[in-house]
């Protein structure tokens, strides 16, 4: 016990002998410490808390398989191959959703989200080009979220059935 008393004297002594690296050392400890628990809260925001949906395990993000000739000329979103040369997506037509939608297939709640590049966004005089998602009606009740900018754009409110909102960001 007295080697510990006798250690942190010294130490101390060292400290107040040299103010500006103390002062140094202090401050990159207490960066290292904030940097540290900043990651540690993003990562659990970002990875570990569940979405804030009545049954979140039981979302889930279709996705189809083809043979090794590719089914289409092109695909918005994620497009996987295998060994095989087989591909795979979570990518899947408007006429592809609105049958999924009519079935009566056991799903809850059926949401699709798409990236849109070029938006031209216009707020009061002021005009600029940005990005958005386009999502199907049910989008944001389902993740109870709100757009992240203005009131969303409707095709029931057109007077047509259900369609894309549209939430743009820039």
């Known amino acids: 016990m007295a080697n510990i008393v006798q250690d942190l004297r010294s130490a101390l002594r060292s400290l107040i002998a040299q103010p500006g690296l103390s002062l140094l050392a202090l401050i990159s400890l207490a960066g290292g410490l904030g940097g540290g628990t900043a990651m540690i809260g993003l990562l659990d925001r970002a990875l570990l808390r569940t979405l804030p949906v009545a049954r979140p395990e039981e979302l889930v993000i279709p996705r189809w398989s083809s043979g ?14 295998d060994e095989g040369g087989r591909a795979s997506s979570t990518s899947f037509s408007v006429s592809a959703f609105r049958r999924f939608r009519e079935e009566e297939n056991g799903l809850g709640d059926l949401v699709a989200f798409s990236s849109i590049e070029r ?3 216009a707020w009061g005089d002021q005009a600029t080009i940005g990005s958005g998602h386009g999502v199907s009606g049910g989008f944001f009740r389902l993740f109870q979220v709100r757009a992240a900018l203005g009131p969303g754009v409707c095709r029931t409110s057109a007077g047509r059935r259900r369609g894309p909102d549209r939430a743009p960001s820039q």
Do not use: I, K
């Open 68 to 81: 090794t000739e590719f089914p289409a000329e092109s695909v918005s979103g994620d497009v996987s191959f």
């Open 119 to 121: 938006l031209n966004l």
